[in-house]
C-alpha cells in the first residue's frame, strides 16, 4: 500500500475519522523527493494505524491555499479532523513515526 492522493474532493471524508498525516508536495520539488520515499514507507508500516495520504500542490492549489501551504514539502498532522502539528520541510521517519504513534496512543 502506499499514501493516498487526496483532492478537494476527497480531502475532507479522509481527515475526520483518526489520525492523518497528510504531506503536500509537487513533482518539480527536489526536498519533496526525498520525503515522498519516507511517507509510502509509512503507509505501509502504520496501515491499519493512521492514514497517511499525499495532496500535490499543483494539482490542488485550493487545499494548498486553505492551509496556508507556502513551501513545500509541508506535513500537516490532522486527529479526527483537527489540525494537530505542521512540520515544513524534510522530515525523518522516526521523527514523523513518533508523532503519529504518540497521536494515535501507541
Known amino acids: 500500500m502506499s499514501a493516498t492522493a487526496l483532492s478537494t474532493a476527497t480531502f475532507q471524508?479522509?481527515?475526520?475519522k483518526g489520525v492523518t498525516l497528510v504531506d503536500f508536495w509537487a513533482p518539480w520539488c527536489g526536498p519533496c523527493k526525498i520525503q515522498l520515499p519516507i511517507v509510502h514507507e509509512l503507509a505501509d508500516e502504520l496501515e491499519g494505524q493512521a492514514t497517511i495520504a499525499t495532496v500535490n500542490v499543483d494539482e490542488q492549489s485550493d487545499l494548498a491555499s486553505q492551509y496556508a501551504v507556502r513551501s513545500i514539502p509541508t506535513?500537516?498532522?490532522?486527529?479526527d479532523?483537527?489540525?494537530v502539528?505542521?512540520?515544513?520541510?524534510?522530515?525523518?521517519?522516526?521523527?514523523?513515526?513518533?508523532?503519529?504513534?504518540?497521536?494515535?496512543?501507541?
Open 13 to 16: 471524508s479522509t481527515i475526520e
Open 75 to 79: 506535513l500537516l498532522l490532522f486527529k
Open 81 to 83: 479532523g483537527e489540525l
Open 85 to 106: 502539528d505542521q512540520m515544513v520541510g524534510v522530515n525523518s521517519k522516526d521523527v514523523l513515526k513518533g508523532k503519529i504513534s504518540k497521536l494515535a496512543g501507541n
